[in-house]
């Protein structure tokens, strides 16, 4: 009775803060829920018998949907006025950078927690050109704030841009032609000495390897996009490969898993061969696999993001690693649902959130009932669970990906298999050559030489399958009902229980 009642709790939590997020519900509502959820279970606990355990679920149930409508209702409260009052006025602003600038092609993002009248609220502002910019610097900017606006994406699809800076406390956008840097120093020591590391880490790296090699290698450990231009992002998308390069469970999932086998064949090779791990060397790839993880939350700043990928990817490989699907499951939702109730926005406006999710619970529940079909792979250096893994994330992501981007990639899963059992070994030869660099720049050049010839190899796959007419299509309405019969068919497909005659 307790797993049912977690488990009712947790759904109804979750229900509550999606239909909180879809429509406006007032208090008065909210409230009356809550009371007669209450009264409701209280009269049935005091009348416990075998008749009224159904009623009881039935009340906490409600109770939870009630509660999950009321912790987003309760974070959904607007800016503060004084920034109203002000919109459209081109003004002058101070304000601390809060977080890493996101250097563009042709601009610089800065998120600014902007000071007015004893007020604040965090802005994003676009600075044209480029700058040293950095974490924790006090700016001055002359600007325009304004509300931000959905746009429609190249597949045709609006993209709920309000929303999604709304989940991060951010109100206001604005752009400057003059920004000035007032003083330094400012925020936490940690992400200060954490951004400055991976700056310097970058700069050895591209010192031993030539762009756009380095480029990737960047969006391969950081997640770093924004040196991308148009024609390589494009690339990217075109052949479902833009996951490596994006901070979510999918592609941190996928390569801690690689690199987790990688390394028990090199510790116990005979074992991995045979299929039969010692525990040994099933234990140190553990290890290895989570040590990856943390590497990555680390080297990328400990941004929310990065942190929440890294507790979905953790929980997919103890799933993976030990066969414990169905605790490996509740830690899941366990997980998903405390995210939630810290921030009610992941739910419906984080897609980062979503994919990670989604591709966590495939490589749980899904990849083990794929692995049959994958017998024909030579377990070598781990390549048959990297494959499956590989490609049942791929296929429980891609309803998700259809309805939410509108892209279908055509040439996805065999660029992913090419591509895919080679990114551990690249990002540890990456990674060598950045941290041998930081200690003298010609101690990372042999790493970065080898990690060249692999990023090199990685981006000619990538090309030769974009370049291909038929590599991918848009899809621009892609119906939301298609997308639960799909999921409702996967689910189906993975808890069914065979029939004996």
Same mark, same amino acid.
């Given at each position: 009775?307790?797993?049912h009642?977690?488990?009712?709790?947790?759904?109804?939590?979750?229900?509550?803060?999606?239909?909180r997020?879809?429509?406006?519900?007032?208090?008065?509502y909210?409230?009356?829920?809550?009371?007669?959820?209450?009264?409701?279970?209280?009269?049935?606990? +005091?009348?416990?018998?075998?008749? #009224?355990?159904?009623?009881?679920?039935?009340?906490v149930?409600?109770?939870?949907?009630?509660?999950?409508?009321?912790?987003?209702? $309760?974070?959904d409260?607007?800016?503060?006025?004084?920034?109203?009052?002000?919109?459209?006025?081109?003004? *002058?602003?101070?304000?601390?950078?809060?977080?890493?600038?996101?250097?563009?092609e042709?601009?610089?993002?800065?998120?600014?927690?902007?000071?007015?009248? #004893?007020?604040?609220?965090?802005?994003?502002?676009?600075?044209n050109?480029?700058?040293?910019?950095?974490?924790?610097?006090?700016?001055?900017?002359?600007?325009?704030? /304004?509300?931000?606006?959905?746009?429609?994406?190249?597949?045709?699809? /609006?993209?709920d841009?309000?929303?999604?800076?709304?989940?991060?406390?951010?109100?206001?956008?604005?752009?400057?032609?003059?920004?000035?840097?007032?003083?330094?120093?400012?925020? $936490?020591?940690?992400?200060?000495?954490?951004?400055?590391?991976?700056?310097?880490? %970058?700069?050895?790296?591209?010192?031993?390897?030539?762009?756009?090699?380095?480029?990737?290698?960047?969006?391969?450990?950081?997640?770093?996009?924004?040196?991308? *231009?148009?024609?390589?992002?494009?690339?990217?998308?075109?052949?479902?490969?833009?996951?490596?390069v994006?901070?979510?469970?999918?592609?941190?999932?996928i390569?801690?898993?690689?690199? %987790?086998?990688f390394?028990?064949?090199?510790?116990?090779?005979?074992?991995?061969?045979?299929?039969e791990?010692?525990?040994?060397?099933?234990?140190?790839? =553990?290890?290895?696999?989570?040590?990856?993880?943390?590497?990555?939350? =680390?080297?990328?700043?400990?941004?929310?993001?990065? +942190?929440?990928?890294?507790? %979905?990817?953790?929980?997919?490989?103890?799933?993976?690693?030990?066969?414990?699907?169905?605790?490996?499951g509740?830690?899941?939702?366990?997980a998903?649902?405390?995210?939630?109730?810290w921030?009610?926005?992941l739910?419906v406006?984080?897609?980062?959130?979503?994919? #990670?999710?989604?591709?966590?619970?495939?490589v +749980?529940?899904?990849?083990?009932? %794929?692995?049959?079909? &994958?017998?024909?792979?030579?377990?070598? &250096?781990?390549?048959?669970?990297?494959?499956?893994?590989?490609?049942s994330?791929?296929?429980?992501?891609?309803?998700?990906?259809?309805?939410?981007?509108?892209?279908?990639?055509?040439?996805?899963?065999?660029?992913?298999?090419?591509?895919?059992? &080679?990114?551990?070994?690249?990002?540890?030869?990456?990674f060598?050559?950045?941290?041998f660099?930081?200690?003298? #720049?010609?101690?990372?050049?042999?790493?970065?030489?080898?990690?060249?010839?692999?990023?090199?190899?990685?981006?000619?796959?990538?090309?030769?399958?974009?370049?291909?007419?038929?590599? $991918?299509?848009?899809?621009s309405? &892609?119906?939301?009902?298609?997308?639960?019969?799909?999921?409702?068919?996967?689910?189906?497909?993975i808890?069914?229980?065979? +029939?004996?005659?």
């Amino acid at each position: 009775m307790k797993y049912h009642i977690f488990s009712i709790t947790i759904i109804g939590f979750l229900i509550g803060v999606l239909f909180r997020s879809l429509y406006d519900f007032s208090m008065f509502y909210i409230y009356t829920t809550i009371t007669i959820s209450i009264v409701v279970f209280v009269f049935y606990l +005091i009348r416990l018998d075998k008749n #009224s355990k159904v009623i009881i679920f039935v009340g906490v149930f409600c109770l939870a949907i009630s509660f999950g409508m009321f912790r987003f209702h $309760s974070t959904d409260r607007g800016a503060p006025r004084v920034f109203e009052n002000v919109l459209g006025q081109s003004l *002058d602003f101070n304000g601390i950078v809060v977080d890493e600038p996101d250097q563009r092609e042709k601009n610089v993002k800065l998120l600014v927690n902007v000071d007015l009248q #004893s007020s604040k609220s965090k802005v994003l502002l676009s600075a044209n050109g480029y700058g040293d910019y950095k974490y924790g610097d006090e700016i001055n900017f002359k600007g325009t704030l /304004e509300r931000p606006k959905n746009f429609i994406t190249d597949t045709g699809k /609006e993209f709920d841009y309000v929303n999604f800076l709304k989940k991060d406390g951010i109100y206001y956008v604005a752009q400057s032609y003059e920004v000035d840097i007032i003083s330094r120093g400012h925020g $936490s020591k940690i992400k200060r000495w954490l951004f400055a590391f991976k700056d310097k880490f %970058m700069q050895r790296s591209s010192e031993a390897i030539s762009s756009p090699e380095s480029t990737l290698l960047g969006g391969l450990i950081l997640g770093e996009k924004s040196a991308f *231009d148009k024609v390589m992002r494009d690339s990217f998308i075109k052949t479902g490969t833009i996951h490596i390069v994006a901070l979510s469970g999918y592609n941190v999932t996928i390569v801690a898993e690689g690199v %987790m086998k990688f390394i028990s064949y090199i510790s116990s090779p005979r074992s991995v061969t045979m299929g039969e791990m010692s525990p040994r060397a099933g234990n140190f790839g =553990i290890g290895s696999g989570i040590f990856a993880i943390l590497l990555f939350i =680390i080297m990328t700043g400990a941004s929310s993001t990065a +942190i929440r990928a890294g507790i %979905m990817s953790i929980l997919a490989l103890f799933a993976r690693a030990t066969g414990r699907t169905s605790d490996a499951g509740r830690a899941l939702f366990l997980a998903g649902f405390l995210m939630v109730l810290w921030n009610p926005y992941l739910l419906v406006f984080d897609v980062s959130f979503q994919l #990670s999710f989604i591709a966590t619970f495939s490589v +749980i529940f899904f990849a083990p009932k %794929m692995e049959k079909y &994958f017998f024909w792979v030579t377990e070598k &250096f781990g390549l048959r669970d990297v494959v499956t893994v590989t490609v049942s994330a791929y296929i429980f992501v891609l309803p998700f990906i259809l309805y939410k981007m509108g892209n279908l990639s055509v040439v996805a899963l065999p660029a992913n298999v090419l591509i895919l059992p &080679f990114i551990p070994l690249t990002m540890l030869l990456g990674f060598l050559s950045g941290i041998f660099g930081l200690i003298y #720049s010609v101690f990372g050049l042999p790493f970065g030489y080898f990690a060249y010839l692999f990023l090199h190899y990685e981006l000619a796959v990538i090309k030769f399958f974009s370049d291909l007419s038929f590599a $991918s299509f848009s899809i621009s309405n &892609f119906p939301i009902v298609l997308t639960i019969l799909l999921y409702v068919f996967l689910l189906w497909w993975i808890f069914r229980r065979k +029939i004996t005659p």
